[in-house]
Nanobody
Framework: QVQLVESGGDLVQPGGSLRLSCAAS????????MGWYRQAPGKQRELVAG???????NYADTVKGRFTISRDIAKNTVYLQMNSLKPEDTAVYYC???????????WGQGTQVTVSS
C-alpha cells in the first residue's frame, strides 16, 4: 500500500525557517516525480514545488528563492526547506506523488504551517 506521510509543520514567526519531510512507503521512483502543495483556508490547493525523477525542480513564483525541494533517495523522502517565511505562507502543506503504473495521485495527510508573530 502506497503511503505518504508529511511531518515538520509548526508555528513559526515571520522570517523564520521550517523543513518539511514527506516519507514514502515505496521508492520515490515509483512516482512520476513528486511535489509539495499547499492549501490556505478558503483557497484552492496550489503547487509550491516539484521535483522530477531526473532531479529537475520547479517552484511557484511566490516561493522562488525562499523554498528548496530536495530528496533523499535512500530514505524514500522528499523535503521542503522553507526560509524567510511570511504570514501568507500559512497553509496546510501536502505531499503528492503520481504513480507511474496507473497515473493515480497519492496524497499525504498534510501538515500545518502557521507563520505568525
Amino acid at each position: 500500500q502506497v503511503q505518504l506521510v508529511e511531518s515538520g509543520g509548526d508555528l513559526v514567526q515571520p522570517g523564520g525557517s521550517l523543513r518539511l519531510s514527506c516519507a514514502a512507503s515505496v521508492s520515490i521512483f515509483s512516482f512520476n516525480g513528486m511535489g509539495w502543495y499547499r492549501q490556505a483556508p478558503g483557497k484552492q490547493r496550489e503547487l509550491v514545488a516539484g521535483i522530477a525523477n531526473s532531479g529537475l525542480t520547479n517552484y511557484a513564483d511566490t516561493v522562488k528563492g525562499r523554498f528548496t525541494i530536495s530528496r533523499d533517495i535512500a530514505k524514500n523522502t522528499v523535503y521542503l526547506q522553507m526560509n524567510s517565511l511570511k504570514p501568507e505562507d500559512t497553509a496546510v502543506y501536502y505531499c503528492k506523488g503520481r504513480g507511474r503504473t496507473l497515473g493515480i495521485d497519492y496524497w499525504g495527510q498534510g501538515t500545518q504551517v502557521t507563520v505568525s508573530s
